[in-house]
């Protein structure tokens, strides 16, 4: 299960020092902690992170964790930052920012990436028009590796996210700063309803494909 994985992953990012890919990259150091909060705008509330997946009806044996989504340029499909994990565990996780960082404790501190933060390479998506943006999204994974995303924070451009971008070789984790939402919100769970309809809408298609 890459859940397992990642959670020994993110407790190896802790004591990174510098560096990801190869020279030149941009790097994005984010990460999400216990001082966040999610926003139900529907029911007009606000919640501190870890109560917020307490109350949530999580499957048994799924873990939450923290991705981010790059939206603009001239992206037309699901694109996540990657994820540097150090050298000794194999250098860049080329598409591993799907399944993000999972939630935990590490050194007397809670949440994904904390205290020194996640490293991401950046670099690809320093230009275009429109400009790219970012978004952290938080989710729920199974066991079977199924993402849910239960909450998004709000979008921030490249260009706004400077102080937390920094050059490859450069990097020094015990002053940099890092980019952490303190706002989230609220991915509105399908009703009961809405997914009996979606499973009547899929036994329909499939005995059109079968009289076909």
């Known amino acids: ?32 902690d216990s001082s966040a909060t999610v926003e139900d ?10 109560d917020f997946f307490d109350s949530y009806d999580a499957p048994e044996g799924s873990a939450f964790a ?11 499909k699901d694109t996540f930052l990657d994820l ?27 949440g ?26 938080l989710g729920n994974i199974d066991s079977s590796d199924n993402w849910t995303t239960v909450a998004t924070s709000a979008a921030a451009t490249y260009s706004s996210l400077g102080d937390y971008i920094h050059e490859t070789f450069d990097i020094n984790p015990g002053q940099i700063a890092v980019w952490a939402p303190s706002t989230f919100t609220a991915v509105p769970e399908p009703s009961s309803g809405l997914l009996a309809l979606m499973g009547f809408a899929i036994l329909a298609l499939r005995r059109k494909r079968k009289e076909a």
Do not use: H
């Open 1 to 32: 299960m890459r859940v397992g994985i990642l959670k020994i992953a993110a407790c190896a990012a802790l004591t990174l020092t510098a560096g990801v890919a190869s020279a030149g990259d941009d790097v994005l150091y984010w990460m999400v």
């Open 41 to 50: 705008t529907k029911a007009g509330t606000s919640t501190a992170i870890r």
């Open 66 to 76: 923290a991705r981010v989504r790059v939206t603009g340029g001239n992206i037309t």
């Open 112 to 137: 994904a990436g904390v205290p020194t933060g996640n490293q991401s390479p950046s670099g690809n998506y320093s230009a275009g028009t429109p400009e790219y943006s970012f978004i952290v999204e």
């Open 84 to 110: 540097y994990w150090g050298t000794e565990f194999g250098g860049v996780d080329e598409g591993g920012g799907a399944w993000g960082v999972v939630f935990g404790d590490a050194g007397g501190y809670w």
